[in-house]
């Protein structure tokens, strides 16, 4: 097992999870939070089972931060 940040956004339509550190794209979704999780955690499980160690980046995400910019 190894531990993957996982990212997972709000929207007026439910929320909408991907996962940071694969070579590939995942997303999740779901009318709640828990749901999109859940979403997500079965998709990288997929995502890893079909593609085994090679799915996952080697540079590990060390921090994720968020910001917020006016344009």
Do not use: W
């Amino acid at each position: 097992m190894r531990p993957l940040k996982v990212i997972i956004e709000r929207h007026t339509d439910g929320f909408i999870a991907y996962p940071l550190g694969l070579r590939g794209v995942v997303i999740g979704q779901g009318e709640t939070y828990d749901e999109a999780l859940r979403d997500v955690t079965s998709a990288i499980e997929f995502f890893r089972d079909t593609f085994g160690e090679e799915a996952f980046d080697e540079n590990e995400v060390m921090e994720v931060c968020t910001t917020e910019v006016t344009l």
